[in-house]
């Protein structure tokens, strides 16, 4: 199992706990160990349980739990908590908004047992007269049923990816039959959400490639000649066969989305050896996979006008990190040392301020206890630099969390909304306006706070934010997190053209957290972002004069 596959286990388990009203202290238990692996994807496959409960945050009854999941895929207690609960009550706890406790009084008081029940009955107005419900909550639980139920078969790229890889490497393994296999469509630009895993093999003997694939459970579909279907990876798989000669014209037609091909499809391409002398041919620049969306781009390509994009070599430094002085999994120490070792500059650290209370948000007086920690040991890995920062709630009234005496301790401050998500586009607007205007804001961290297929941002004006972050020269961050990838890709022309900066930050809560900079960069290839433009592409030097300046 997976970390994240354990995480859901375990928060599963406590959410059944509360729905039949167990030991609450055991509750908060595992789900306190479920919120700590939800932040990190450390790896736990075989490790021992005395080696999972030297974890942070994890004592000996979730190390137990974590090692039993390991080991059989689930638990004792937690098949005698399903056995006991039907099937539809665990699919409601999944619906955003809605805990146990509520979701045990719709089962009881109103014998609701399935989403589509719950749906009919909001649309019969049945959830306004019970206690803690009302018009509001109502109207929410809807909308979340109709979010996930069209988001359903869909997967974030970096899942979607790894089940990619998995049967691209299995195909290749068929020696004689499959010739050459690619990514293709969604998953070769590297799409936010993939709603289908695509791939191209060139066959030398297509009987024996459709023999072999209808054996290893693909259908071929009835309307697209030599093409195989899958349901059986949370979201379809096509597998598209052609003649080796003919591979990389299909490459190059599969690719690209139906907006951009659709001039192409009547062009007659003649075995090209490469994609290039396709695009060559076309008298186009090269367009990138991740950049072939739409049409705008081809007016770019004919013009010579795609810039050379952002690469993972250029970034310089890792800003917007957390360690175990918040809820991060890993030391200050730990996270400096791993970062170093990726040849990183620097390192921002940023753990949470002092009203996100649930993620250990720092006291004043631990703030300045880290800062302490992190003069000492910028002595100790020196040329490399940790850089003193914060995540700073910013509140309801758009006021950044700290006073002034303890934010000017800081060498730059990521300002994120985090609590009361509910907003308005003008309250929101408003909100993070304000935050912007705040002469410590450095960065505005992930601008709308969504959780791909998780929960939808709130609503803002993204011109008006991006136009305020440009008149207070404030950096936009590219939150690289695989469920984040916030701000959008298609907002970053828009922040190139009025100058904002954008910097990609992994928001890492454990030394492999870092690793997420790959999706970040994916995500700025889509929206054209090169390495002038991006912030920590900026040498040690040249951000440490940027702060100094800003400071001042």
Not at 385 to 394: A, L
Not at 449 to 462: D, E, M, Q, T, V
Request: with cysteine.
């Amino acid at each position: 199992m997976t970390t994240e596959e354990i995480a859901d286990s375990l928060e599963l388990t406590a959410k059944l706990m509360e729905l039949h009203e167990e030991n609450p202290f055991k509750v908060k238990a595992v789900a306190n160990g479920a919120y700590k692996l939800a932040k990190t994807r450390i790896e736990l496959e075989g490790k021992t349980q005395a080696e999972i409960e030297q974890i942070e945050g994890i004592g000996k009854g979730i190390a137990a739990k974590i090692h039993e999941l390991l080991e059989k895929g689930t638990t004792d207690e937690l098949e005698e908590l399903k056995s006991k609960t039907p099937q539809g009550i665990i699919d409601i706890m999944n619906i955003k908004g809605l805990g146990p406790k509520k979701v045990r009084q719709l089962w009881q008081e109103l014998h609701i047992e399935s989403v589509g029940e719950l749906l009919y009955a909001c649309n019969e107005n049945r959830l306004v007269d019970l206690k803690g419900f009302g018009t509001k909550t109502q109207e929410s639980v809807k909308q979340n049923i109709e979010f996930a139920q069209n988001n359903s078969g869909k997967l974030h790229y970096a899942n979607a990816e790894k089940l990619g890889l998995n049967l691209l490497n299995g195909l290749k393994k068929v020696k004689g039959v499959f010739e050459e296999v690619s990514f293709t469509g969604e998953l070769r630009r590297r799409n936010d959400i993939i709603t289908k895993i695509e791939l191209l093999c060139s066959v030398n003997d297509f009987e024996r490639a459709k023999t072999g694939l209808t054996n290893a459970g693909y259908t071929e579909d009835e309307e697209i000649e030599n093409t195989f279907v899958s349901g059986n990876a949370g979201c379809p798989v096509l597998i598209y066969l052609c003649e080796p000669e003919n591979f990389y014209k299909e490459l190059f037609l599969t690719t690209g989305s139906g907006d951009f091909i659709q001039d192409f499809l009547e062009v007659e391409i003649d075995a090209p050896q490469s994609e290039e002398e396709i695009f060559e041919s076309l008298n186009l620049q090269y367009i990138e996979p991740e950049l072939r969306e739409s049409q705008n781009i081809i007016s770019l390509a004919e013009a010579n006008k795609i810039p050379t994009l952002i690469e993972f070599k250029d970034l310089k430094g890792s800003l917007h990190n957390h360690s175990t002085y918040s809820d991060g999994m890993n030391s200050l120490e730990e996270m400096a040392v791993h970062c170093k070792s990726l040849g990183y500059e620097y390192l921002g650290i940023c753990d949470h301020s002092q009203s996100a209370f649930y993620a250990d948000g720092l006291k004043p007086e631990t703030v300045l206890i880290q800062q302490q920690e992190i003069e000492k040991l910028n002595k100790q890995l020196a040329p490399f630099k940790i850089f003193k920062g914060i995540e700073s709630d910013i509140l309801n009234d758009g006021s950044l969390d700290y006073t002034e005496d303890i934010l000017k301790t800081f060498d730059f401050v990521v300002a994120s909304v985090h609590s009361n998500l509910k907003m308005s586009e003008e309250k929101a607007n408003e909100r993070l306006i304000k935050a912007i205007e705040n002469p410590y804001t450095t960065i505005l961290g992930h601008p709308t706070g969504r959780l791909l297929l998780a929960r939808p941002g709130y609503p803002i004006n993204h011109k008006k934010i991006i136009d305020a972050c440009a008149a207070n020269g404030v950096i936009i961050e590219l939150n690289a997190h695989p469920y984040r990838l916030d701000i959008d890709w298609s907002w970053i022309p828009y922040c190139l053209e009025k100058g904002v900066k954008i910097s990609i930050n992994p928001d890492a809560h454990q030394k492999e957290g870092y690793n997420d900079m790959q999706y970040g960069i994916y995500s700025a290839h889509k929206g054209m972002l090169d390495k002038a433009n991006c912030f920590n592409a900026l040498t040690l030097a040249e951000i440490e004069t940027y702060f100094t300046k800003r400071k001042k």
